[in-house]
């Protein structure tokens, strides 16, 4: 059974950073990317930024473009998403997520909810 565990959540001041992490257990077959969504209260979910680990490349919406940095450790299994330069948009709920297979895996530029089939519980983060 796949689980994805969240964590590293918190209210911060604007200016401040926060670093979530993502620890995967059991096997996530053939998907090779893993994302990180947001959810501000009564918006939709959006992707954050997604990373191909094969590749090591990275994807970011250009809101947070400069400010977060999206990383994947395999040998601890652990997705990380250092968020530095919070602003109060940034407030929401983070979703780490990995994409439902592999052909999916290779739309990980598009950071797509529907792409995505494995998900965590979610971690919150308030800056204000």
């Known amino acids: 059974q796949v689980q994805l565990v969240e964590s590293g959540g918190g209210s911060v001041q604007a200016g401040g950073s926060l670093r979530l992490s993502c620890e995967v257990s059991?096997?996530?077959?053939?998907?090779?990317?893993m994302g990180w969504f947001r959810q501000a209260s009564g918006k939709e979910r959006e992707g954050v930024a997604s990373?191909?680990?094969?590749?090591?490349?990275?994807y970011y919406a250009d809101s947070v473009q400069g400010r977060f940095t999206i990383s994947k450790d395999n040998a601890k299994n652990t997705l990380y998403l250092q968020m530095d330069s919070l602003k109060p948009d940034d407030t929401g709920a983070y979703y780490c997520?990995?994409?439902?297979?592999?052909?999916?895996?290779?739309?990980?530029?598009?950071?797509?909810?529907?792409?995505?089939?494995?998900w965590g519980q979610g971690t919150q983060v308030t800056v204000s």
């Open positions: 990373i191909l680990s094969g590749r090591r490349t990275s």
């Open positions: 059991g096997s996530i077959r053939g998907s090779s990317c």
């Open positions: 997520a990995a994409a439902a297979d592999p052909i999916r895996s290779t739309l990980c530029w598009r950071r797509a909810p529907a792409d995505f089939g494995y």
